[in-house]
Structure formats: C-alpha cells, structure tokens
C-alpha cells in the first residue's frame, strides 16, 4: 500500500477587484493539489503511538535520525524519544513496559536472558553500531605514562597505546598505598569488557565477580565502578576516578575541557567490534510483529543515511539539540565527522571510529552476543560453566536475524536498499583476530576461546 501526502498550496489571484462606484470587489482563491509518492510498503501496524528512550551519547543517533528524517513516520509510527537518566533505569522502564523499547548497551538483553541481573525476555531485532567508545586517563596519569609509549618520527605516540604502558603507573599507586580507579558505565556494558580486556591483555587484573559478590572487584589490581555517561568528565576531573571506559562524546569531552587525554579506541581493542542495540520485550514483539518489522525498517534507513559522509555534519547539528545528546556541535564532530583527537591538537583520521550501517553494522550476528556471553563468563559474571551449545541457544533466542531479514526484505522491494546490503550468513562471523592482542575469537568455539586467556575463569570442554 502507498502512502499519499497531500500538500495544498494558495495561490494569490494576480489582480484585486476594488471597490468602485459603490461596488463590492471579489477575491479569487485557487488551490492546487501536489500529490507526492513514498516508496515506503506500510504494514498494518498494531501499535503506531510509540515512546523509545536512550541515553545522551552519539550512538543513539539512528533514533534521531529515524524520527528527525521522517523514517518513522513513513511506517506509520508515531514515536517520542526520551532521554533517561542511567542503563538500569532503561533496562527497568523497558521490561516494565513504560517504555516500547530503547537504545540500549548490547550486553543488557543478554545479560537478562543469561541470569545476571534482573531477568527478563528481551530481543534484539537491531545493532545500531560499531566502535564509538574510548579509554580516557587523566591527565596526571597520562604524564606518568607517555614515557613508556613508543614515538614515530614527528615524537608523536605510536598507536594503538597498550595497557603495557599503564601497568608501572598502577604499581607506583600501589607502593604508595592508593588504589587505582577507573570508571566503567555498567557491568554488563561494552566498556566494562573493552577496558577489562585491555587491562587484561597487559598483564593487569581487573578484578572477579562470584554469585556472592557482584563488585567484579576480587583481586583487582584496577577497581572499576559504575559511573553514568555524562558524569565522566566531572568525575575525573574530581579525582574520585583515574580514567575511565566511555563512548562518545565524554572522551572528546574531556580533550576539550583539558581534563584527561583519550589512550585508546575500542575500535583498536576489537575492530569493529558491536556497540549498542536496539531493544524490545519478546512480549511486545509476540503482540506487535508488524510494528517490531516497521520500527527495524526505520532504524535500518536511518544507519544507511548516517553512513552517508555528506549527512554526518548535519547529523552532528541534530545530536547537538537539547533533547538528544545535547553536547557542543565541536564535541561531537571531533568523532563524528571522521577524526579522533587524542592528546589536546592530536587529531588523527579515523573513518570507521562511528559506523552505523558499513560491514552489516545493523544486523544482529549471533557471534557478535555470543562474545558477551563469553566475557560475562571469564569475568564471573557467569558464575557457573555451561557448554558450548548452552551459548548458541542462549543468543538464538534474544538476537532475532528474523525480524531483521523481513524489514531489510522490503526495504529491498522498496528500492531503499539494494540487495547486496542483506548479508549472506548464518548469523556467525569467521573466526577473527582483530583485538589488541591478537587472540583469535571463534563463536563456534566458545569455551576454547574463555581457555585462551591467562587472566580470568577457564572451563572443560
């Protein structure tokens, strides 16, 4: 069914009639009718009034755009989009139902469906990105560390910097009786297993967690604790934390206020590795499947313009605005617009630091959250073994490829995206290496991958 937007317009009559001779002159209106046709096949849609919440950073941008480009609305959706205050009040607002769905870190859904934390059937019909977060240290610790940094030619740090170069600075707080503090923004968050990973691959502990004790701080040589996005730069800049694990724009954030210097990318720790997804309840997903379809369909569109380099300035004007993430139009564009700066007028290209539609970034890979699993489990989050096929049905039942493949499907029939963009695949990526320190990640292999490590919990097969 096409949708018909009628727009009227009012053409003035060339000429008055006025009065004279005591008559009354007449005004003519004439109106012409242009009809516009959208592409867009609108499903019969069960719910169209819909609210979606996230959390001011720049990976909630396929929300914006979706709802700012009129995505939505194309699909018949009428959605409001609200910020909130932290992940735990997303994940509760979510499975309470006073939201439709969310923005939402990747491992949260997982997590739900995992045991750890508050248990709920939550799906995935949508990755909204790829990279996008950064380790920033402060800047006295980075005066500590830049001496054990490699230098090119120009005296310019060799990236990417490993945790090699932290692990001196950390054992001088130790001998001096201070902990070593870094923030994380949850536990079940990208950030909190990128920054662990990167520790760990140097060497340094970044702590346990048992069923017992949910800390995730046994014997830690870092301590990471929770802190919410936006407050980073303050709480560094307190000195309550040393460094910290977050997306854009709080890395950029603390360049700008000349409070920290970003050490690291995510994108370095594990290239391209998933980021945030989209999430709804297998409930709302059972009562709405039209409407899952169509929401996916909007979101799908609005990664393929943000992947457009032509659209990212005007994408970063959009973030800027008070009711998304609201950061200066300067913050947002030092990683939006294809560069990263690092220390305070080290600027660097890099592409690929935001991807929102590029390597099938919107399709929800089974290996990607089978990743998340495996990390819940080296780091105790799991506190029990499972074997290998527990990982396979775990994920196949909280990351949908299916409601996926039929949005994606129509969009084709559409013409808003060619075929080629439908990935061939089983829902597993081959076997990579594209992380810090090398090691080979294979999906298929789950626990042969969590015996790989020499920090962290190790399993029979």
């Known amino acids: ?73 194309d699909e018949g959706l009428f959605v409001s989009v609200e910020a909130q205050s932290n992940w735990k009040n997303v994940l509760d607002r979510v499975i309470d139902g006073q939201l439709d769905g969310s923005h939402m870190l990747a491992g949260q859904p997982i997590a739900a ?29 980075w005066s500590k560390m830049k001496p054990n940094v490699p230098t090119d030619g120009d005296g310019k740090p060799v990236h990417p910097i490993k945790a090699d170069a932290l692990k001196p600075v950390i054992t001088e707080y130790k001998n001096s009786g201070k902990a070593f503090k870094m923030g994380m923004v949850f536990p079940v968050s990208t950030h909190n ?119 990212r300035k005007e994408a970063v004007q959009i973030l800027s605005m008070s009711q998304y993430v609201g950061a200066p139009v300067e913050v947002l564009a030092n990683s939006m617009t294809g560069t990263f700066e690092f220390e305070k007028g080290d600027k660097r290209e890099m592409e690929d630091f935001n991807v929102f539609y590029k390597y099938n970034a919107t399709y929800p890979f089974y290996s990607d959250g089978i990743w998340f699993l495996t990390q819940m489990r080296r780091w105790g989050q799991i506190p029990e073994a499972k074997t290998a096929d527990w990982y396979s049905s775990t994920i196949k039942d909280i990351y949908r490829p299916d409601i996926w493949k039929k949005a994606a499907a129509l969009l084709v ?39 790989s490590f020499s920090i962290g919990n190790k399993d029979k097969k």
């Open 193 to 311: 297993y990128e920054i662990r990973y990167w520790l760990a691959a140097a060497g340094i502990h970044p702590g346990m967690y048992t069923k017992e004790n949910v800390q995730g701080q046994i014997d830690a040589e870092v301590l990471l604790s929770v802190t919410p996005p936006p407050q980073m730069p303050a709480t560094l800049e307190a000195g309550t934390i040393f460094g910290y694990c977050v997306g854009e724009p709080w890395n950029q954030q603390a360049v700008f206020k000349g409070i920290g210097v970003p050490v690291v990318t995510n994108y370095d720790i594990w290239k391209n590795n998933p980021e945030k997804v989209f999430v709804m309840t297998e409930k709302f997903i059972e009562e709405n499947p039209n409407t899952a379809v169509a929401v996916t369909k909007a979101l799908i569109r609005a990664g393929k313009w943000l992947d457009k380099p032509e659209n």
């Open 113 to 141: 469906g995992a045991g750890f934390g508050r248990q709920a059937k939550l799906v995935t019909p949508f990755s909204m990105d790829l990279n996008g977060n950064g380790i920033t240290v402060s800047n006295d610790v």
């Open 1 to 73: 069914m096409k949708s018909l937007f009628k727009k009227t317009i009012y053409i003035l009559p060339v000429a008055m009639l006025l009065f004279a001779c005591g008559g009354k002159g007449t005004k003519k209106e004439t109106t012409t009718e242009v009809v516009k046709t959208s592409k867009t096949k609108q499903l019969d849609i069960e719910k169209p009034q819909l609210t979606f919440g996230f959390i001011k950073l720049t990976d909630m941008a396929p929300l914006a755009i979706a709802k700012e480009k009129g995505f939505f609305e």
């Open 413 to 451: 029939e559409e013409g808003n995206i060619p075929a080629t963009d439908i990935p061939a695949t089983d829902g597993y990526k081959p076997a990579t290496a594209d992380f810090i320190d090398g090691t080979t990640y294979d999906a298929k292999d789950p626990i042969g991958y969590i015996n």
